[in-house]
Nanobody
C-alpha cells in the first residue's frame, strides 16, 4: 500500500511560481510511474504531467508545456512539479498519483491506470 501526500500549494500572483511536492510512503515508489493531475471547479480531472519510473520519459499537457517541469527523487520517495509563469487558468486542486499495475518504463496517461492518489493541494493564481 502506498500513501501519497501533496504539499506546496497556495495563492500566487499571475506570472509567479510554485513547486508542489508529493511524498510517498510505503514500498515500491521507485518502480511506479507517477503523474500530476488537476481539477478545477466544474471541470474534469486532467493530466498535467507524467513521468516513468526513472524520469527517462515524461509527458506534459499542451497547456503547461514549457512552464511546468515534473521530476522525482526516488531516494527521497518524492515527486515534484515546478510550475512557472502561472496563469489564472492554472487554478485548481492538484493531485499526484502512482500506478503499480503498469510497466515501470511507461508514462501513464489515463486516470483509470493510476492506483494511488493523494488528497490534493489547492493552487490559486490571482490575476
Amino acid at each position: 500500500q502506498v500513501q501519497l501526500v501533496e504539499s506546496g500549494g497556495g495563492l500566487v500572483q499571475s506570472g509567479g511560481s510554485l513547486r508542489l511536492s508529493c511524498a510517498a510512503s510505503g514500498r515500491g515508489f521507485m518502480s511506479y510511474p507517477m503523474g500530476w493531475f488537476r481539477q478545477a471547479p466544474g471541470k474534469e480531472r486532467e493530466l498535467v504531467a507524467a513521468m516513468n519510473w526513472n524520469g527517462g520519459k515524461t509527458y506534459y499537457a499542451d497547456s503547461v508545456k514549457g512552464r511546468f517541469t515534473i521530476s522525482r527523487d526516488n531516494a527521497k520517495n518524492t515527486l515534484y512539479v515546478q510550475m512557472s509563469s502561472l496563469k489564472p487558468e492554472d487554478t485548481a486542486v492538484y493531485y499526484c498519483a502512482a500506478s503499480n499495475t503498469v510497466e515501470p518504463y511507461r508514462v501513464v496517461m489515463h486516470t483509470t491506470e493510476y492506483d494511488y492518489w493523494g488528497q490534493g493541494t489547492q493552487v490559486t493564481v490571482s490575476s
